[in-house]
C-alpha cells in the first residue's frame, strides 16, 4: 500500500509562520508531503523554513519532475489568503500554486483549504460568493478561528485532525 500524498499551497499571509509545524506533523504522519509556496511567503518567513523540513519535498517550478505524473494526492491550502481563495473560485490559474490547484480540481483530487484573512476580508461579499463555490466543486473549507476581533487560519492541529480523518 503507498502512502497518502499531500501537497501544501502556501501563501503569503501571516499565518504561513505556522507552516513549518504542519509539514513537520505532515511528514511525522508517513505522508509523502510536497509544499509549494508562492511568491509573498518571502514576506513572511524565509522560504527554506517550508522547503527544507526534512522528509518533505519542495516544488519550486514547472519543470519539477513529479509534475509530469501530477495532479494526484490530496490538496491542501493552508494558509489562503482573500486573493487566492478568489482566484480559486474564479478558475484562475496565474501561477504555479493556483495552475496545480485549478488541475487538481478539474482531476477530482481531494482540496482543503484553510482560510487566513482579516476579519473585513472574511466579511466581504465576495467570500461568501467564493467560499459557496469553492463547496459547491468538493473543495473542503476548514474553517478559520473567529472571534469579535480576529479571523486567522485553523490551529494546526485542527487541520491535521481534518487531514487524519480524511486518510483514515
Known amino acids: 500500500m503507498s502512502k497518502p500524498s499531500l501537497f ?16 513537520r506533523e505532515t511528514v511525522a504522519a508517513g505522508w509523502d ?23 518533505s519535498r519542495a516544488i519550486h517550478g514547472y519543470d519539477d519532475s513529479v509534475l509530469k ?36 480540481l478539474g ?19 465576495q467570500t461568501r460568493i467564493s467560499e459557496a463555490k469553492l463547496k459547491e466543486w468538493g473543495c473542503t473549507v476548514i474553517p478559520p478561528y473567529i472571534d469579535e476581533e480576529v479571523v486567522t487560519m485553523a490551529p494546526v492541529k485542527d487541520i491535521l485532525q481534518v487531514l487524519h480523518h480524511h486518510f483514515q
Open 8 to 23: 501544501i499551497y502556501v501563501t503569503g499571509s501571516g499565518r504561513a509562520k505556522d507552516i513549518p509545524e504542519l509539514v
Open 33 to 55: 508531503t510536497y509544499t509549494v509556496l508562492t511568491t509573498n511567503v518571502s514576506s513572511v518567513l524565509p522560504p527554506n523554513e517550508i522547503h527544507d523540513v526534512p522528509g
Open 69 to 104: 505524473k501530477f495532479p494526484f494526492g490530496t490538496m491542501l491550502v493552508a494558509p489562503c489568503t482573500f486573493n487566492t481563495f478568489n482566484k480559486l473560485a474564479s478558475g484562475l490559474a496565474d501561477g504555479l500554486a493556483t495552475a496545480m490547484i485549478a488541475d487538481a
Open 107 to 125: 482531476a477530482g483530487c481531494p482540496i482543503f483549504i484553510a482560510p487566513a484573512m482579516n476579519q473585513n476580508l472574511w466579511k466581504h461579499p
